[in-house]
């Protein structure tokens, strides 16, 4: 036999060690005040040229101070210094929605301000930039001991964090708000400034701006150029201050620098946004509950909706306006979770997460203080779960099943006005504002509501939440459909709606417009209103508080198990999951093999969307200036180097929900492009990242400026902005 010569075995040794390094290197999220500590070393062997200190810093400006929480759940990004931000057009959709009409269809059309004099205000939308972030743990455990009930914990937890918080931003204008990292084994203050006049300067077309619609989401390869624009405007003092025409744009402290240079494969990029929600360290029971009973649940519930939608869309123009948004959002997470199932499956993640949890046993049995410690943990997990379980299925049964029928859900809202009108104590007054309130909501619910469709989607969930929900967790009505019809859920549905006030405005305006004590009869024996009240109470009385104890307790178990895991692989470095705060993902430009013999490429063109021209289907009609730009290669100065025009890229940067507009920087930290989704294959990647299918997929930043200034002919707003050739 031969050996290997020593010098070899170890240059294996580093190279084996090296490589790790860099599949690990792509996976995480990471608090911008924490890179120094745990991976800028890495970040830098990878590429990066910048500090940590120009990614973060407290004394003077850094990147992070272009960066903005978008609305409640979207990242947005400051490219000029008058406030001007690059986001999603699928973050900025309802607020251009909500100015749009069938004579400005902005939606349809896209929408560019000529000047700031021609931006739209958007009442209710904010942009949050993050002033600092502190380790608080000390000061918010402070008197926590350890033999202390969940109760007692959480409690003192609540008075610490809630005094801390408003001795932070006593005398400023600032907002400040603890949450817990690493399941509540940390705590951090993350002080916010929060700006809310914020006006639309700009849309592409939805045959750009969502190109490829709900077919092509989350799919790669794609060809969405998926931005919008918006500015910032504050006060004189340049503060945050609410919406006036006097308002001036905001100067930032900090604004990205555009590059047009474009990537390579294995460019060094980062991402730096607000991502929602991970959930990395559950144990296997859990997979198993997403994987085989709540997703399964969702996908089958929300199929049924998403196919008589459909089947009505294709029939009519005006239904496919009416419900394009409803049908976008309920086909978005449909999706995603499928494709999260097929990732869970694949990477065989229920026995990944039970040899971790093999290697947890065995590694405190070796030592009789983490055996004390944590011995309890995972029967722990098994014993909650099993109860947990049937209250989860319950949930989706309740949220996917009951809720996804929209005029069960507009039902409810009726609730209050009977309240008021039983009880003595309540006035006229307050029941005539309760009646005028509802009647302001009976336009806007009705403008996007077809009774058909309505009437289809409630038969198919009642017959499902019938058939196949645990009776344990039904609603009592079905009781009623099993008695009195026989089991005939459609002679029952049929009943209701023949019955319902809730599906005709007239007859509603009529009750409210006269609405008297003793009509609150009239609603509480509305068939639907009955169904509704069923379907809400079953929740509340049988599933609500027996769910919440069992998350309850998963939170502090998962928060020792968390803690012994640390302890347990201490060389790791350990990124806390996702929970809307800033955050940092580093990777590289990359290609990947969705499945044998098959490479997607790491970038897509204009010409793909010529490929994909459909005129006959809405999503992938495309106009004949784009064409001609196509045909004539009339890209400005942002077209590739190769020839063509760069539309998307994808890298193995971690990212989820929240992401969308996320700036992707190269190693200067300079602007390359939007983060908008991932490629379908990956999207388990909230539960269980894989660095070989999981990629973000981002729009080139020369084809977001190459729709600005060739298509839209918007060249004043490219002018505000620091461009890099
Ligand atoms: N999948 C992306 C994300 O989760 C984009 C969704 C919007 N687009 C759509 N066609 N529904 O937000
Ligand atoms: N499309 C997502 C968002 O809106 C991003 C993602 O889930 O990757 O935040």
């Not at 993640?349 to 011995?375: C, G, H, M, R, V």
């Not at 609150?520 to 069923?534: A, T």
Request: a neutral charge; aromatic letters at 12%; charged letters at 25%.
């Amino acid at each position: 036999m031969k050996t290997t010569p020593y010098y070899k075995r170890i240059a294996f040794a580093l190279l084996l060690m090296l490589s790790m390094m860099q599949l690990q290197a792509k996976e995480g999220m990471w608090l911008p005040n924490m890179l120094e500590q745990l991976v800028f070393s890495d970040m830098q062997q990878m590429g990066l040229r910048l500090t940590a200190d120009d990614i973060y810093s407290i004394n003077h400006s850094s990147l992070k101070d272009a960066i903005v929480l978008f609305g409640g759940g979207c990242t947005g990004e400051l490219v000029s210094a008058q406030g001007l931000m690059l986001t999603n057009h699928h973050c900025g959709y309802s607020a251009i929605q909500s100015h749009s009409t069938l004579d400005a269809d902005y939606l349809s059309k896209g929408f560019w301000a000529a000047n700031q004099g021609e931006e739209l205000p958007n009442a209710g939308l904010t942009a949050t930039f993050v002033i600092r972030i502190e380790d608080v743990s000390k000061e918010v455990l402070m008197g926590i001991t350890a033999n202390m009930s969940e109760a007692q914990r959480s409690k003192i937890v609540a008075t610490n964090c809630e005094a801390i918080e408003k001795k932070t931003i006593e005398g400023t204008h600032y907002k400040a708000k603890i949450k817990p990292f690493y399941s509540g084994n940390e705590y951090y203050m993350i002080v916010t400034e929060v700006f809310t006049d914020i006006r639309l300067v700009g849309a592409p077309p939805s045959n750009i701006g969502k190109f490829g619609g709900d077919t092509d989401n989350w799919m790669w390869p794609r060809h969405t150029g998926d931005f919008s624009v918006f500015r910032i405007y504050a006060g004189k003092d340049n503060e945050p201050a609410p919406y006036s025409k006097d308002n001036q744009p905001y100067v930032p402290k900090k604004s990205l620098s555009i590059s047009l240079k474009g990537v390579k494969k294995n460019d060094f990029t980062f991402v730096y946004g607000f991502p929602g929600t991970t959930q990395e360290n559950l144990c296997s029971q859990a997979i198993n509950l997403t994987s085989n009973i709540t997703n399964p649940v969702s996908i089958e519930l929300r199929r049924k909706r998403l196919d008589i939608i459909d089947s009505y869309m294709k029939t009519s123009e005006f239904i496919r306006i009416q419900y394009s948004a409803k049908y976008a959002s309920i086909s978005n997470y449909w999706k995603k979770m499928i494709g999260e199932n097929n990732g869970l499956k694949r990477l065989d993640a229920i026995n990944k997460k039970k040899e971790t949890e093999a290697t947890f046993n065995k590694w405190l049995n070796s030592n009789p203080d983490y055996s004390a410690q944590y011995k309890d943990v995972l029967p722990f997990f098994e014993n909650i779960y099993k109860k947990y379980a049937p209250l989860a299925g319950a949930y989706s049964y309740f949220t996917e099943g009951g809720l996804g029928v929209e005029s069960c859900k507009f039902a409810y809202t009726y609730t209050n006005i009977i309240t008021l009108s039983k009880q003595k104590e309540s006035s006229n007054s307050d029941i005539i504002k309760a009646a005028e309130k509802l009647t302001a909501a009976v336009g806007g619910y009705f403008k996007n509501y077809n009774l058909n469709i309505d009437k289809e989607i409630c038969l198919a969930l009642m017959q499902d939440y019938y058939e196949k929900g645990n009776p344990a967790f039904q609603p009592a009505i079905f009781v009623n459909i099993r008695e009195k019809y026989k089991g005939d859920v459609k002679k029952y549905i049929e009943d209701v709606y023949a019955n319902t006030l809730f599906t005709d405005t007239l007859k509603l305006n009529k009750l409210l417009k006269n609405y008297k004590r003793s009509d609150y009869k009239k609603i509480e024996k509305d068939p639907l209103y009955q169904l509704s009240q069923s379907i809400y109470n079953n929740y509340y009385n049988n599933i609500m508080q027996p769910k919440q104890q069992c998350e309850n307790q998963l939170d502090s178990l998962y928060r020792i198990y968390v803690r012994g895991l640390r302890q347990m692989q201490q060389d790791k470095k350990w990124w806390p999951d996702a929970n809307l705060t800033l955050r940092v993902a580093y990777g590289k430009v990359d290609d990947f093999f969705p499945r044998d013999g098959v490479r997607y490429n790491y970038f897509t063109t204009l010409q793909g969307i010529l490929e994909k021209e459909d005129p006959a289907i809405y999503d992938y009609v495309v106009e004949k200036k784009l064409k001609d730009l196509q045909k004539n290669k009339d890209f400005g100065r942002y077209g590739d180097a190769d020839g063509s025009m760069h539309v998307a890229f994808i890298a193995s940067n971690q990212t989820t929900g929240g992401n969308s507009g996320s700036p992707v920087m190269n190693a200067k930290g300079e602007l390359i492009g939007i983060n908008f989704d991932r490629n379908w294959e990956g999207t388990m990647s909230d539960l269980m990242y894989d660095p070989d299918q999981c990629r973000n997929i981002s729009l080139d930043i020369r084809y977001c400026l190459f729709v600005i200034d060739k298509f839209a002919g918007a060249g004043h707003l490219i002018k505000e902005m620091n461009i890099v050739e």
